[in-house]
């Protein structure tokens, strides 16, 4: 751990990322328990993680797979592990096996991929499909257009759940540039409940900088990193 990560309060920073949640909540009409909080332990050590377990938070949330592996067989608890990172297909039998979601499906192959290797391990693995609705080369996830697509690819695969949607907005100082984003994925899920009669249980999106945003536009799910655990280092 560094001297800097040493120093961040992570109790205090999940006490006030926590108001921040139940305002914005609040803004949008819903109480703050409807927000369920993942934070994001991409580069995080073990012990850190721990203290953010010990300050009450439930989801954690990574980016890579060995990673993960390393660390959850570290930290002590019952908090639930997310992969929210791009997943290659070689990981996908690890990944079965470490996470308990998978936020990051954006193909029918990598659907295909966790879904037999979920199945050989006796699991239904809940799974988000992602959603590129920035248009930005630089992100994973299906084109807007494809998503119901995918999700009758991946909904009849035995060995997952879908239960609903997830999106990285773009990263702009500005957090109201993503809020056109979100409210684009929240139109999706209704769209697939009324065409396809997915019953949307969460729309992960918002992180760090552009959360409350996502929650007036409906998230339930959010990442949050920097707010919880500091700066990362370069």
Do not use: C
């Amino acid at each position: 751990m560094s001297k800097a990560a040493s120093h961040v309060d992570i109790a205090e920073n999940v006490a006030r990322v926590r108001e921040r949640i139940a305002r914005a909540a609040q803004r949008s009409g819903r109480s703050a328990s409807d927000i369920t909080l993942v934070a994001v332990a991409k580069v995080v050590d073990a012990e850190r993680v721990r203290r953010a377990i010990a300050a009450g938070v439930a989801d954690i949330g990574e980016n890579y797979v060995q990673e993960a592996a390393a660390k959850r067989a570290e930290v002590e608890g019952d908090a639930r592990w997310h992969m929210i990172g791009h997943l290659q297909r070689n990981k996908a039998r690890q990944a079965a096996q470490i996470f308990d979601m998978i936020q990051t499906i954006d193909s029918q192959r990598l659907a295909e991929a966790v879904a037999q290797r979920a199945a050989a391990a006796g699991r239904s693995m809940p799974v988000l499909l992602q959603v590129n609705t920035s248009g930005e080369e630089s992100k994973s996830g299906a084109a807007p257009a494809d998503v119901e697509r995918l999700l009758d690819q991946a909904g009849s695969l035995p060995g997952l759940r879908v239960e609903g949607l997830m999106t990285i907005g773009r990263w702009d100082p500005d957090p109201e540039r993503a809020r056109g984003e979100f409210r684009l994925l929240a139109e999706l899920a209704k769209q697939l409940e009324q065409r396809s009669g997915l019953a949307v249980k969460w729309l992960s999106m918002g992180m760090s900088h552009d959360f409350e945003v996502a929650i007036e536009e409906g998230a339930n799910l959010i990442r949050v990193g920097t707010g919880i655990f500091g700066p990362r280092p370069r």
